[in-house]
C-alpha cells in the first residue's frame, strides 16, 4: 500500500504540529467523548453530578482542568460493588450488542477480579506505528509471543503492517519453539519479550549451548514490556543475544506508549489520549519533565471511557519534539505511588533495588518484592528470589543482597529469600506483583 | 493517511500456527480463506454444544493454538454469540472462574488439566464452577476424568491435525465434506486429508488421535 522504506507507518499523524494535536484533542474531547460519556456511563454521571456539573459545563480545555472530577480504580470497585455491575458503571453501550461487539475481554486481574471489557474492534490497532518503528516491514514474519491470548488486536496489527504473525507462547514450555521458529521463518519483529521470558531463555541457552544470537539474528526490533528491564538483563539481551529493545509501558489503561528507534522516553499517541501530570497529592499540574501523577483520559474508547483517570503512576512526560522527529508527548515510568515506602523518612522504590539485586548472581533474575504493610515502615523489608538447587550457601547469598541494597538506598533491609519459581508463581508470565502486602 | 483508515494490504499468509502430534510441532500457515473456511464449518459444532445468540462462549487456550481458536472465535460471531478468552494456564485459571461467573457463559472449551489444577489449587469447586453451563469441553483425558469424577458430564474438544472435533451428544462430530478422517489399518491412528482447498494441504497425516470411526463425520473415542 504505501512506502515499505517510509520512516513513519503514518508520517501526516506521527509528525502532526502541536497546535494541530491540541486543536484534535480538544475538538474529540469536548465535542464528542465528553457529551457521550456523561449521558451513557454510570459512573461518570454519578461522579460529576457529585461534583455538580454536567456535559454543558465544560466548554473548553480551562472548564476541564478546573471543574471535571477525577476517577480511580477504587470508584470503578465500588460502583461495581454497589450495583453489581461487572463493569464498573463504565459501559456506554449494551455489551450483548452483537452488531456491535464481538467479543468480551477483561482487564489483568492482578488487584481483583477482571473487570470485563466488551471488545468492539474491527482491524488493527494504533500499535501498527511501533511495529513499523521496530523495523517490520509488509512480507515479513513477525514473533507474536504475548503473554496472553485475549482477542484478535495484536494479530490483526501485525497484519496491519502486512506482516504474518507467527504466534508461540510466553510461557516455559514454549521457550524452544520460539528459539526454532526465530531460526526457521526469519522474523524481523517481535511482541514481546519480558523479564521471566528473559530467564527463560537464558536458561534455556544455558542447558541447550544454543547460539541465541545466530537464533535471533534476524531481529531488526523486540518490545520489552511488563516490567522495567535491570541492567543486566538488557545488557544479556542487548549484547549477547544481539537484540534491540523497544521498551514499552501502558499509560493508565488508555494505551501504551513505546520507545522509538531514539530511545529517549516511551512515545504516547496523542490522537488516542490525552495524559495529565499532576501533583501525586494534589490536583496540580507539575511542569514538562517533571515528577508527577498519570491522570488518562481517553480520546477513542466510546464503549467504556476512562475520564480523568488517577493511574497511581508516577511518571515525568514531556511534550518536546523527539529527536525522531515525533511531536507526540513522550513519558518515563517511575513506580506506582501505592509502591513506595518510606523508611526512616527515606523514599524506597522496587526500581531503586532492582539492580543491586539483580548484581547479585544468584538473584540475577531480579524477582523480588517490597515487603509493604503499610508505606511508612520501621525496617526495609525485601522477599527475594535465588536461584540454586540447594539451600548451602544461602547466608552468603542473603548477606551479599543485604550488602548491596543497603548500599543502593542507604536503608538496611531486611532480605528473606525464596526459590524464584515461589515468586514466579504469583504472576501472570510476564510479572509479578513488586509489592506485597504480607 | 491516518489511523483507523489505511493500513498495509493483508498478508498472503494469515498466520503461522501449528499442528501438534505426540510433541512435535509443525509449523502451519494458514490463509485467511482458510480461517473463514474453518469457522463456517465449526458454527454447528457450537449451536450443538448449546451456544444461542447473544450468548457466550468462553474459549481458554494458548496462542501457539490460534490456528485452532481463531476459526471457534469467528464460529461464534456466525452463531450471533460472543466469545471470550482465558489462557490455558494454572495461574489464569481464576479468569476462567471469574468470566464464568461474570458473563453468564454457556459453553466454556478448552479446559485442560492445568487449569483444573490452578482452579482447585484456588479452592474452587469443580462442581459450582461448570454445573450451571450448558457444555463445557476439555482437552485432555485426565480434564475429562477429573470433571467426571466431579459429577460433570464434560464433552471433548479434539484436535485433528489443522482442524478440530467436538462431541456432541452422539460422539466426536467433524466436518466431512471438508476432511477425510479414516484410521491407520495398522495402528488404528486417524489420519486426516484436506478435501477442499487449504493454503498448507495435508494427505493422511497423522493426527495422534484414535477412535472408531461410524460414519463420515461421526467419531467415537
Redesign the interface.
Known amino acids: 500500500?504505501?512506502d515499505p522504506d517510509r520512516r513513519y507507518f503514518?508520517?501526516?499523524?506521527e509528525t502532526r504540529p502541536r497546535a494541530e494535536l491540541d486543536v484534535q484533542r480538544e475538538e474529540r474531547l469536548l465535542g464528542d467523548l465528553l457529551p457521550w460519556a456523561y449521558e451513557r456511563s454510570p459512573l461518570i454521571r454519578e461522579t460529576w453530578d457529585a461534583a455538580g456539573i454536567t456535559a454543558d459545563d465544560v466548554q473548553s480545555m480551562d472548564d476541564f482542568h478546573a471543574k471535571v472530577p477525577f476517577i480511580d480504580k477504587d470508584a470503578i470497585r465500588d460502583f461495581r460493588d454497589r450495583h453489581h455491575d461487572?463493569y464498573g458503571g463504565m459501559l456506554c453501550l449494551d455489551?450483548?450488542m452483537?452488531e456491535v461487539?464481538?467479543?468480551?475481554?477483561?482487564t489483568s486481574?492482578t488487584t481483583g477480579?477482571?473487570t470485563?471489557a466488551p471488545y468492539a474492534g474491527r482491524?488493527?490497532s494504533?500499535l501498527?506505528?511501533e511495529f513499523w518503528e521496530l523495523g517490520a516491514r509488509?512480507?515479513d514474519?513477525f514473533m507474536?509471543?504475548?503473554f496472553?491470548?485475549?482477542?484478535?488486536g495484536i494479530?490483526d496489527t501485525i497484519?496491519?503492517?502486512?506482516?504474518?504473525?507467527?504466534?508461540?507462547?510466553?510461557?516455559p514450555a514454549?521457550v524452544a519453539?520460539v528459539v526454532?521458529?526465530s531460526r526457521?521463518?526469519r522474523p524481523t519483529g517481535w511482541y514481546t519479550i519480558s523479564g521471566p521470558m528473559v530467564m527463560m531463555l537464558e536458561a534455556y541457552a544455558h542447558d541447550t549451548g544454543d547460539d541465541l544470537r545466530e537464533a535471533f539474528s534476524s531481529y531488526r526490533g523486540v518490545i520489552f514490556a511488563g516490567e522495567p528491564i535491570g541492567p543486566r538483563a538488557r545488557r544479556l539481551v542487548e549484547e549477547d543475544w544481539g537484540l534491540e529493545l523497544f521498551l514499552q509501558t501502558g499509560v493508565g489503561d488508555v494505551g501504551a506508549a513505546t520507545e522509538c528507534r531514539e530511545h529517549d522516553g516511551y512515545h504516547f499517541?496523542e490522537?488516542?489520549c490525552f495524559l495529565e501530570n499532576l501533583d501525586p497529592l494534589g490536583t496540580e499540574a507539575v511542569g514538562d519533565g517533571e515528577r508527577g501523577e498519570l491522570v488518562s483520559t481517553t480520546l477513542l474508547d466510546k464503549v467504556a471511557p476512562l475520564i480523568r483517570y488517577r493511574s497511581d503512576d508516577l511518571v515525568r512526560i514531556t511534550r518536546a519534539t523527539c529527536a525522531c522527529g515525533r511531536t507526540h508527548g513522550r513519558v518515563w515510568p517511575l513506580g506506582r505511588k501505592g509502591d513506595e515506602v518510606l523508611v526512616d523518612g527515606r523514599s524506597v522504590m522496587p526500581g531503586d533495588v532492582w539492580a543491586a539485586i539483580e548484581g547479585v548472581p544468584e538473584t540475577s533474575a531480579a524477582l523480588f518484592q517490597i515487603v509493604r504493610t503499610q508505606r511508612e515502615m520501621d525496617r526495609l523489608r525485601i522477599r527475594v528470589g535465588y536461584a540454586t538447587d540447594g539451600r548451602k550457601g544461602l547466608d552468603d547469598v542473603r548477606t551479599r543482597v543485604h550488602d548491596a541494597v543497603q548500599a543502593a538506598v542507604g536503608v538496611e533491609p531486611d532480605v528473606e529469600l525464596v526459590a524464584n519459581e515461589v515468586l514466579l508463581?504469583q504472576?501472570?508470565?510476564h510479572k509479578i506483583p513488586r509489592v506485597a502486602k504480607q | 493517511m491516518t489511523f483507523g483508515h489505511a493500513f498495509e494490504d493483508a498478508p498472503a499468509v494469515w498466520g503461522i500456527g501449528r499442528v501438534v502430534v505426540d510433541d512435535v510441532v509443525t509449523p502451519w500457515p494458514a490463509a485467511q480463506a482458510d480461517i473463514d473456511d474453518e469457522a463456517e464449518s465449526l458454527a454447528p459444532r457450537l449451536t450443538a454444544l448449546g451456544l444461542e445468540p447473544a450468548g457466550v462462549v468462553l474459549i481458554v487456550s494458548l496462542l501457539s493454538q490460534a490456528l485452532h481458536v481463531v476459526p471457534l472465535e469467528k464460529a461464534a460471531g456466525k452463531v450471533g454469540a460472543l466469545y471470550s478468552s482465558a489462557d490455558a494456564t494454572p495461574f489464569d485459571a481464576f479468569r476462567t472462574a471469574s468470566l464464568i461467573r461474570q458473563l453468564e457463559v454457556q459453553v466454556v472449551l478448552g479446559v485442560d488439566g492445568g487449569v483444573l489444577d490452578g482452579l482447585e489449587a484456588n479452592g474452587t469447586d469443580l462442581a459450582a464452577t461448570f454445573g450451571g453451563l450448558t457444555a463445557v469441553a476439555t482437552v485432555d483425558e485426565g480434564a475429562h476424568a477429573r470433571l467426571r469424577a466431579a459429577g460433570l458430564a464434560p464433552r471433548s474438544w479434539v484436535k485433528l491435525g489443522p482442524t478440530s472435533a467436538i462431541e456432541a451428544g452422539d460422539g466426536l462430530r467433524y466436518d466431512a465434506e471438508r476432511w477425510q478422517v479414516e484410521p491407520d489399518p495398522g495402528t488404528g491412528e486417524l489420519l486426516v486429508t484436506n478435501r477442499v482447498p487449504r493454503l498448507t494441504g495435508c494427505d493422511r497425516l497423522r493426527t495422534g488421535v484414535r477412535a472408531t470411526a461410524v460414519e463420515p463425520g461421526l467419531l467415537l473415542p
Do not use: N, Y
Not at chain 1, 10 to 13: F, L, Q
Not at chain 1, 101 to 106: C, K, L, Q
Not at chain 1, 148 to 152: E, S, V, Y
Open positions: 500500500m504505501g503514518s508520517a501526516e499523524v461487572p455489551p450483548k452483537t461487539f464481538s467479543a468480551i475481554f477483561s486481574g477480579d477482571p470485563p482491524g488493527p494504533m501498527v506505528r509488509p512480507g514474519r507474536h509471543c504475548l496472553t491470548f485475549r482477542g484478535p494479530h497484519r496491519g503492517i502486512g506482516a504474518t504473525p507467527v504466534f508461540c507462547d510466553h510461557q514454549d519453539q526454532r521458529l526457521d521463518l499517541w490522537d488516542t508463581r504472576g501472570p508470565p
